[in-house]
């Protein structure tokens, strides 16, 4: 198991505006997860992208993976007040959650 | 599909007490998982199940903490005596199997007095 790491820790961005946040990791993966997890609730599932795939997208989020950096980064697009949330990374099944990072959208 | 159901949503007890919570994953699920997150961190892992075995239990402080998952379907984690440390929401989430996305529930907020 491998823990992923979440940057920046916090951001804070206006209602309509682009969010981006990145994840590092240290060894080989199949697969990395990224979770969204609202104030006071669980966390939730939002992407898996495989390690032969380099971008996925879903709705407003891109998902875009670099092995050879190992490194992962999420973005949000035209964000909403809603996306108010941490969001936490999973590098493969097996994975130990970082602190996130922690978007606030001011509407 | 139903989600991952937890109870008590929020729980107060004093230090020394004890407390549990029960969880009850989405139906079908064979893994289940109990997390501790202490505010403004992430979840950490203490005991992860494969239908009622044990599969990681090594984050679990086994001289305060056990669980159990009967039946292989519903699991309950019971804290004995409680610490003040103990404050956190205990989060509880299933997947179809360990190589699975997992589903989380809502959790228990346990606050120590």
Redesign the interface.
């Known amino acids: 198991s491998q823990q992923g790491e979440e940057d920046p820790q916090a951001l804070s961005i206006q209602e309509g505006e682009n969010a981006t946040m990145n994840c590092s990791y240290k060894t080989s993966i199949n697969n990395l997860q990224w979770y969204r997890q609202n104030s006071g609730r669980g966390l939730v599932h939002l992407i898996l992208i495989r390690s032969n795939e380099r971008e996925k997208h879903s709705g407003r989020l891109r998902v875009t993976l670099d092995t050879s950096k190992k490194s992962s980064s999420l973005l949000i697009t035209a964000s909403r007040a809603a996306d108010t949330a941490s969001y936490f990374c999973a590098p493969g099944f097996k994975t130990i959650f970082g602190a996130g990072t922690r978007l606030f959208v001011k509407a | 599909e139903a989600g991952?159901a937890q109870s008590p949503r929020y729980k107060i007890i004093e230090k020394r007490q004890s407390v549990a919570f029960w969880c009850n994953p989405i139906s079908g699920h064979a893994t289940l998982y109990w997390?501790q997150q202490i505010l403004?961190?992430?979840?950490?892992?203490l005991i992860q199940f494969q239908n009622n075995g044990v599969v990681d239990d090594s984050q679990l402080p086994k001289d305060r903490f056990s669980a159990e998952r009967l039946k292989g379907v519903d699991s309950t984690l019971k804290i004995q005596p409680a610490k003040l440390e103990d404050s956190a929401v205990y989060?509880c989430?299933s997947?179809a199997s360990?190589?699975?996305?997992?589903?989380?529930?809502?959790?228990t907020r346990l606050s120590i007095l």
């Open positions: 991952v997390y403004g961190q992430g979840p950490k892992l989060l989430a997947s360990g190589n699975q996305p997992q589903h989380f529930g809502d959790g």
